[in-house]
């Protein structure tokens, strides 16, 4: 395939598979065929700005471009008091000298503002706010965000400059916060600040790996159309494929404008993303002008701001939790309060470095607050001046699970328990090596290898491969048929891809997408091993610190020794790719184009990978053949000039059949 119809496809894949939530390609296939548009792209050096290549992260950077924006980026002046939202009404009424006007009332999302510049339907920039006059070029960044059209519908003019919010939702970012702490990086106090250190990123494949969302808030325009609205701008917005919030709101009189707010104010618990507020807008554009702004902010907009939800209460204790990788992550053990709705018992204090700035210390009384709604924080000590306060917080020297010493390295927050065999950080070994995405051992949950870690049965992951039906069927709540299913789930175990074991390792940095990288690239264990650190971070989407872990976690004796026993247990240890079954295409390049009559396109270039041959997508000099089907195009015509043998699938079998 060309350059071009690769982008077609893939294109069509991702609306598939975003929009439609049909996928038309498997995720094997798509992988393929990017890297493959990646590869052509790169030789070329050609990469249109609408690319979906774009959609995985551009090369990296190593400051941004810096550019002003033609309309600054105000900010908003901002009230938690009703009575000054009528004040800012009275004021709307006197300057409009007598003028009918109405309100739009909007979310004020909790992330960070972003400028989107399109010229003819294209995104050409993407900004950050930075002074208000002059930002951050942040384009490659903001390309990887899927909500963020490449290419505008419908019939966009020649230039639309889009002002919106880029967020994270609050799920996506409490697991990622979590993988982070058990990873010994500093983790993000909330959402907010999560994306804003995502989209400073100087690695767009990193934010790529992000879930960055996205919402228009404005469409703004040099001069004012005349009967234009915010309401029919974010229409605008809309029907051109961008991102609009449905809680906009329409508000005729001030008084509509307050009741809104008291709704936001219920409904805002229920959204899956932060809201620190509600905007008011005035409606009409054409008063936007007579309005003007102050130095920082336009007349013609406020920002009511809610209350974040905060309690006080006392540190009864401050305790250590240990991670997978030994990462050791302090928690205050609070006395139970009432914070928006539930009673909050715990809460994380991240590291060492944090209760330190925070000066927090047993015994005191704190200032509790849910940052992202979800995960409680300890804002700040009532009084640190409180007579009687307790000693300073220490990090103890000794893990609180196994004794063993912490120690820390100079680029990590986070001490670390290094003894493999601490018992909580088997047990999460163990979890993870079993659990769903990993090997899915059925059975094998936390209550049970709590039971087998505790009991003195399993010491790593693979202790599993040694256990017997009768040990099983001994634990408690486990009779002799749950304990011959996990067995047999033991079993199955072993068949699981390579891609998997890689990723049940539970090697530090390595997530599912790496793990299959590194799969695909090594094709086996014995050559993922003996990869030096630099074959490693030659891998496409593997960066250096990911390079490290791997080639670190190989070279540890204890490590290499579990690997080895997962060998002699029968785990896979190659690639998915079938080993050869023949080698009727030893060496050749075959180009598919058309469809056949029998095989998908990936069956047919499964048996010629089998049969020791490659594929490619274009017809070059290089080409032992073309197989064609129904429809075949181009390539059909190319062949036929460079007279590269042209097959059909009868013809396919009969050599794979001699
Ligand atoms: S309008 C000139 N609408 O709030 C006014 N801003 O203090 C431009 N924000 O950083 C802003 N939601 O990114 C507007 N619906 C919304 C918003 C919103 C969040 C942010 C904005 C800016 C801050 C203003």
């Known amino acids: 395939m060309t350059a071009d119809e690769l982008r077609q496809l893939l294109r069509r894949a991702d609306e598939a598979y975003y929009q439609q939530d049909a996928p038309i390609l498997s995720d094997q296939e798509y992988d393929r065929l990017m890297a493959e548009l990646i ?7 050609l990469v249109p700005p609408d690319s979906p290549s774009l959609r995985v992260g551009g090369a990296p950077t190593k400051t941004f471009a810096q550019v002003a924006h033609p309309v600054p980026m105000l900010s908003l002046s901002n009230t938690y008091d009703e009575g000054e939202v009528r004040d800012f009404d009275r004021r709307v009424a006197g300057l409009l000298e007598g003028a009918a006007y109405s309100y739009f009332v909007e979310l004020k999302f909790d992330g960070m503002a ?36 490449l290419r505008l519908l419908g019939d966009p003019p ?11 939702e609050r799920a996506a970012f409490a697991e990622l916060n979590r993988l982070r702490e058990e990873n010994g990086e500093a983790a993000y106090a909330n959402p907010r600040n999560f994306t804003a250190g995502t989209l400073k990123q100087q690695d767009p494949r990193e934010v790529a790996r992000r879930p960055i969302r ?34 906009g709101f329409h508000a005729p009189h001030i008084d509509a404008v307050l ?36 130095a920082k902010a336009p007349r013609w907009a406020m920002a009511y701001k809610f209350e974040a939800e905060q309690a006080v209460t006392t540190i009864n204790d401050i305790t250590l939790q240990v991670g997978r990788l030994g990462t050791i992550t302090p928690v205050a053990e609070l006395e139970p309060v009432l914070l928006a ?25 704190v200032i509790v607050e849910k ?57 999460i070994r163990v979890e993870h090596f079993a659990g769903r995405d990993a090997l899915d051992i059925e059975g094998l949950g936390e209550a049970v290898v709590d039971q087998l870690v505790s009991r003195g049965h399993i010491h790593t992951y693979a202790d599993i491969y040694r256990l017997d039906v009768d040990t099983l069927a001994a634990l408690d709540r486990m009779g002799p048929k749950s304990a011959a299913n996990l067995m047999a789930a033991i079993d199955a175990s072993r068949a699981k891809p390579f891609a998997k074991v890689v990723y049940a ?38 960066g250096p610190r990911i390079a490290a872990a791997v080639h670190a976690f190989f070279r540890n004796p204890d490590q290499a020794a579990l690997v080895d026993r997962l060998v002699e247990a029968g785990l896979r240890t190659t690639d998915d790719r079938e080993a050869p079954k023949g080698d009727a295409f030893a060496g050749k390049t075959v180009v598919l184009t058309g469809t056949l009559p029998t095989l998908t396109r990936s069956e047919a270039e499964a048996l010629i990978e089998a049969h020791g041959g490659k594929t490619s997508g274009s017809v070059s000099k290089k080409t032992d053949y073309v197989l064609a089907g129904e429809s075949a195009g181009s390539k059909l015509d190319k062949a036929r000039a460079l007279g590269i043998p042209i097959i059909d699938e009868p013809e396919f079998f009969r050599i794979l059949g001699d």
């Not at 002074?131 to 942040?138: C, E, H, K, R, S």
């Not at 325009?221 to 609009?244: C, Q, Y």
């Not at 997408?513 to 094709?523: E, I, P, Q």
Request: proline fraction near 5%.
């Open 505 to 542: 390792l539970g090697i530090r940095h390595v997530g599912e997408t790496t793990a299959k990288d590194l799969a695909k690239a090594f094709g086996s264990l014995d050559a993922l091993r003996n990869a030096s650190e630099a074959e490693i971070a030659a891998v496409d989407g593997i």
């Open 371 to 427: 940052a992202g709604e979800i995960i409680p924080q300890v804002v700040q000590v009532v009084d640190p001046a409180a007579p009687g306060r307790g000693p300073q917080f220490r990090m103890p020297t000794q893990c609180p699970a196994c004794g063993s010493r912490l120690l820390k390295s100079d680029e990590e927050v986070a001490w670390r328990c290094v003894n493999a065999a601490c018992p909580p950080q088997v047990r």
């Open 259 to 294: 009741a809104r707010i008291a709704e936001i104010d219920r409904l805002r618990h229920t959204l899956p993303y932060d809201t620190d507020g509600v905007v008011v807008k005035v409606n009409e554009d054409r008063h936007r002008d007579p309005l003007g702004a102050t």
């Open 214 to 247: 996205f919402f228009a808030y404005d469409l703004v325009r040099d001069r004012a159309l005349a009967g234009d609205t915010h309401a029919a701008k974010l229409d605008t917005l809309r029907r051109f494929g961008l991102p609009v919030s449905a809680h």
């Open 158 to 168: 020649p230039v639309l400059e889009v002002r919106g919010e880029a967020y994270m």
């Open 341 to 365: 709705g539930t009673t909050v018992k715990r809460a994380s204090l991240h590291n060492e470095e944090e209760i330190q700035r925070k000066d927090i210390r047993i015994g005191d009384r």
């Open 39 to 45: 590869r052509l792209e790169t030789e070329s050096g």
């Open 114 to 149: 972003v400028r989107l510049r399109y010229e003819n339907g294209v995104l050409v920039l993407g900004a950050t706010r930075g002074d208000g006059t002059t930002g951050d070029d942040i384009t490659a960044n903001l390309r990887t965000v899927r909500d963020i059209p």
